[in-house]
T-cell receptor, first 115, second 115 residues
Framework: KAGVTQTPRYLIKTRGQQVTLSCSPI?????VSWYQQTPGQGLQFLFE???????NKGNFPGRFSGRQFSNSRSEMNVSTLELGDSALYLC??????????????FGPGTRLTVT | AQSVTQLDSQVPVFEEAPVELRCNYS??????LFWYVQYPNQGLQLLLK??????LVKGINGFEAEFNKSQTSFHLRKPSVHISDTAEYFC?????????????FGTGTRLTIIP
């Protein structure tokens, strides 16, 4: 079974621009979560989508948004980029919570550099 | 709210020696517990998880962890480390109820294996 894929893997943007990152979950997984990883703040939860609905949201400004499509693929968007948005953005997919098989499978991440 | 504390930011260990990476958590509700490993320029890979049942869980690459509810700990151990274990290790918790699956991570422990 193919793993979680994220595109692009690397991205360089300028302050003030916007960016869209894409995540394709494992086939059959309906939940997609996004995390931001930085050296200073570590791994922080951005938001989670399940069946095209945002179920949970972390403590990030409104410039960070996302959506999920009917095929479970997800995108996240960051508008008006700031230098502090430079980070590794990780996507994770999972099945429903209940059951011994529950876990989140992570993609390789998108490395965003804002200059 | 949940939180995770990894007391050691860096742990150097000689090759073939045993290692323990410490993790303590705080939560007002029941939790699932996870250990993830991150190799340079890669995403997160699940080492092992505790959902319920036996408090001693075994994972991949010879790692194991023990859930101690009274001490709210989930320490990771390996009896004999190899050079290939050099990586960053993250402890994480999630809720156990549907809709509360977001992962809260510790700040990570960088494991360095000394030849």
């Amino acid at each position: 079974k193919a793993g979680v894929t994220q595109t692009p893997r690397y991205l360089i943007k300028t302050r003030g621009q916007q960016v869209t990152l894409s995540c394709s979950p494992i086939s059959g997984h309906r939940s997609v979560s996004w995390y931001q990883q930085t050296p200073g703040q570590g791994l922080q939860f951005l938001f989670e989508y399940f069946s095209e609905t945002q179920r949970n949201k972390g403590n990030f400004p409104g410039r960070f948004s996302g959506r999920q499509f009917s095929n479970s693929r997800s995108e996240m968007n960051v508008s008006t980029l700031e230098l502090g948005d430079s980070a590794l953005y990780l996507c994770a997919s999972s099945t429903l919570l209940a059951g011994p098989s529950y876990e989140q499978y992570f993609g390789p991440g998108t490395r965003l550099t804002v200059t | 709210a949940q939180s995770v504390t990894q007391l050691d930011s860096q742990v150097p260990v000689f090759e073939e020696a045993p290692v323990e990476l410490r993790c303590n958590y705080s939560s007002s509700v029941s939790v699932y517990l996870f250990w993830y490993v991150q190799y340079p320029n890669q995403g997160l890979q699940l080492l092992l998880k505790y959902l319920s049942g036996s408090t001693l869980v075994k994972g991949i690459n010879g790692f194991e962890a023990e859930f101690n509810k009274s001490q709210t700990s989930f320490h990771l151990r390996k009896p004999s480390v190899h050079i290939s274990d050099t990586a960053e290790y993250f402890c994480a918790v999630s809720g156990t109820n549907f809709g509360n699956e977001k992962l809260t991570f510790g700040t990570g422990t960088r494991l360095t294996i000394i030849p």
